[in-house]
């Protein structure tokens, strides 16, 4: 009897349901899905998505109408698009030509192109990794069950499978990375909802701040929202065109956006370590602790341990003690800060130097700041967000065995790399590029196009910080009737192979971290 049955099973005329005919589209797509970005590469990946991103927002901006009459260019168009995606923030138009609609487009750009937000995009990926493995290796032992089956057909009784220690520790990874993925959800939308409120009911309570808006003709929540998102993801965009200089005297406002930069950028590990270990306390969940104690295993960039997190937040603010120090000493009397009272300079000057390692909102202009404030900025704009000053026994500590051994194998083809391929090799050759471009100017008008302003415009791009020294019509050695002081950057005023040159930079600046081992080389001792 069970011969005549596997008979009928193999038989040729029997009719069966092959796979390939059931093949759905949802499988397809799935299929597609991990057959391209679940095994591409990471650099390839961020590369398409701040294109996709860019053109999509480029293409936005231009279907939608200016709020003035004035029509930017579609190549001016396209640098604001990539400014705000990689949050570079430079600017070559004046902000207030954009109608709600294209603001709303801005700050959603600027959402998406936020590292956090990113990182969060990654951490999904990740997860769809596991799954992807998980059922992979699933299939795997389904198949060698069913030959197992097919060759000892009636004679063998199955058993569950024994769940091996490696399977436990599987999915005790997939349940912390998608913890951590609900962690990382809460606090973007904790930042934003609060910062959002606290900046709205400053301004409903501060008269001088709401006029401002109102003459202006700004929609107060779109402007709301617009400056919790740029200040959160360390844009530095404001849809004012003076930027935060028209509430240099609203220090409540610049106290409010002052955490909300740091916890965005530079503070966020130290924050989310914090996070997972009141969640760890509270809840006992054994994901937490997983978080905390195998924070490599989880692939996530941002989450350090404990000792990297006091490290990053004594440097963090080292920096802005050193800085605020120096430009209260350079610039108290200097006529920088002219018209606010001892409190609002203080403030102000602290919101500035916050601002100066990646958020690039400001308070002043920076053109009549002095050379030794600006060569300052410039060092901290190239320096990375999670650089820290870390004692030479640690650093040898964390380092793995493997990892030496790897280094002294390939340590030509390093030093090569390093000397040829560094991250000072690209900026010297994007500063090069735009002095050639922009010689003319350089030789007409040395006052605004000069090799430091060049130079600092491109380490601002490189570093998405947005600073710019801007441009006056007043500084030109030949006086021109027709000159109109904007208030967009020295970008602005650049020649359209200049601006592309920037455009490059400012997508280099958000791919470096592929450079360098990760940016170890700027790890400083």
């Known amino acids: 009897m069970k011969l005549e049955q596997l008979h009928n099973h193999n038989s040729p005329n029997k009719s069966f349901n092959h796979p390939i005919t059931n093949f759905s589209t949802k499988s397809f797509i799935s299929s597609l899905f991990n057959s391209i970005v679940l095994h591409a590469n990471p650099l390839g990946l961020h590369i398409c998505y701040f294109l996709t991103i860019t053109v999509l927002g480029y293409l936005a901006l231009k279907l939608s109408k200016p709020r003035t009459d004035y029509t930017p260019t579609d190549f001016d168009l396209f640098f604001t698009a990539a400014s705000a995606s990689t949050v570079a923030s430079l600017s070559t138009v004046e902000m207030e030509v954009f109608s709600n609609t294209q603001l709303v487009i801005m700050f959603t750009l600027i959402f998406l192109g936020g590292e956090i937000f990113i990182s969060l995009l990654g951490l999904q990926l990740r997860r769809s990794k596991l799954i992807s493995s998980s059922l992979h290796k699933n299939r795997a032992n389904s198949s060698i069950a069913d030959q197992e089956q097919s060759i000892e057909l009636g004679s063998v009784m199955f ?70 998102v740029s200040t959160f993801a360390n844009c530095g965009f404001i849809p004012t065109n003076e930027n935060m200089i028209v509430f240099r005297n609203n220090p409540g406002l610049l106290l409010i956006l002052i955490p909300f930069g740091l916890v965005g950028e530079t503070l966020y590990p130290p924050c989310l370590r914090l996070i997972i270990w009141v969640m760890e306390r509270y809840t006992k969940r054994k994901e937490y602790t997983y978080m905390l104690e195998n924070y490599k295993e989880l692939n996530y960039g941002h989450l350090m341990s404990s000792k990297e997190c006091w490290f990053l937040v004594a440097t963090v603010f080292g920096f802005l003690t050193l800085q605020f120090v120096t430009f209260c000493i350079m610039e108290w009397s200097s006529g920088v800060m002219e018209g606010m009272s001892s409190y609002e300079k203080v403030v102000g000057s602290l919101f500035q130097m916050a601002n100066a390692r990646h958020a690039g909102e400001s308070v002043v202009d920076l053109s009549v700041v002095s050379s030794v404030i600006l060569v300052i900025f410039i060092v901290m704009m190239y320096f990375p967000p999670y650089t820290s000053f870390l004692p030479i026994g640690y650093q040898q500590q964390e380092e793995d065995i493997q990892s030496i051994k790897s280094r002294k194998m390939y340590k030509k083809k390093n030093i090569i790399q390093n000397l040829i391929f560094s991250q000072l090799s690209y900026l010297t050759i994007f500063v090069i590029l735009i002095c050639f471009t922009e010689r003319k100017s350089l030789k007409d008008d040395p006052l605004n196009f000069n090799v430091l302003n060049i130079v600092f415009e491109v380490i601002s791009a490189y570093g998405s910080v947005g600073f710019s020294t801007g441009y006056g019509c007043k500084r030109r050695l030949k006086l021109d009737e027709n000159c109109i002081d904007k208030s967009y950057g020295l970008a602005g005023w650049f020649s359209k192979e200049g601006k592309a040159i920037l455009i490059l930079a400012m997508f280099y600046g958000r791919f470096k971290k592929f450079n360098v081992h990760g940016g170890q080389a700027w790890r400083l001792i």
């Open 159 to 228: 058993q569950k499978p024994v769940e091996s220690d490696h399977d436990d520790e599987t999915r005790l990874l997939h349940n912390s990375i998608k913890s951590l993925g609900y962690v990382v959800t809460g606090y973007i939308l904790v930042a934003h909802v609060l910062g959002t409120s606290l900046v709205s009911m400053y301004i409903s309570l501060t008269t001088n701040a709401k006029s401002v808006l109102e003459n202006k003709g700004l929609v107060l929540l779109t402007f709301y929202v617009f400056t919790t």
